[in-house]
């Protein structure tokens, strides 16, 4: 009776954690698809042969000393977005990618996805490119959406990767077991009509 009562039990939670599996897999569906699409790209950034990620272009000078002043390269480098891309986007910085062994310097804004790369001792544009891979990257962590809604603390991302998290757990562990449960039930079965 022990036993039958044991089966019983595990049958059950095989029954609840394949229900659970089923309701977040459909209930995520939509986005585990970007997840996963988004990660792919991700993956590929640096092979897709400048698609998704610009190459990093070679300056004339690797020596520091050669190199103008960074607020003089930032200078040049809003001067040629606006110029060469658009007087209305904004030349909020986002980061400043130094790159001494290019001899070149990548000027990485704030508010869209346009990057310029400048030669460090002349200041003279190398490349002008947009950034996919952040704009990938965005949507891949959820971030996306606390640009478009302009939260000022990342709570979106925050909120989307601890569900989208929580979520992989539990697809991990109930799919685990949805495997490993009916090999321990029928191994069992099979002990017991041995014995």
């Given at each position: 009776m022990a036993i039958k009562n044991k089966r019983q039990k595990q049958a059950k939670l095989l029954r609840i954690?394949?229900?659970i599996h089923r309701k977040t897999g459909a209930l995520l569906f939509v986005f585990f698809f970007f997840i996963s699409i988004t990660g792919l790209l991700l993956g590929w950034k640096k092979?897709?042969?400048?698609?998704i990620l610009s190459k990093s272009y070679q300056g004339t000078s690797t020596n520091l000393k050669d190199w103008l002043p960074i607020h003089h390269l930032h200078k040049n480098a809003c001067k040629i977005l606006h110029d060469s891309i658009s007087p209305k986007l904004s030349s909020k910085?986002?980061?400043?990618?130094?790159?001494k062994n290019k001899g070149m310097v990548k000027f990485i804004f704030e508010d869209h996805y346009w990057s310029i790369q400048l030669d460090g001792a002349t200041g003279q544009l190398l490349h002008i490119g947009q950034r996919r891979s952040d704009f990938i990257e965005n949507i891949h962590d959820g971030s996306i959406l606390d640009k478009y809604f302009?939260?000022?603390?990342?709570?979106?991302?925050?909120?989307y990767t601890s569900v989208m998290g929580l979520a992989l757990i539990s697809f991990t562990?109930?799919?685990?077991?949805?495997?490993?449960?009916?090999?321990?039930?029928r191994k069992k079965k099979t002990v017991k009509s041995v014995a």
């Open positions: 954690f394949r229900k092979h897709s042969n400048g698609i910085i986002d980061r400043i990618d130094i790159r302009e939260t000022t603390d990342g709570q979106i991302k925050l909120i562990i109930t799919g685990f077991w949805l495997w490993y449960g009916p090999k321990r039930m």
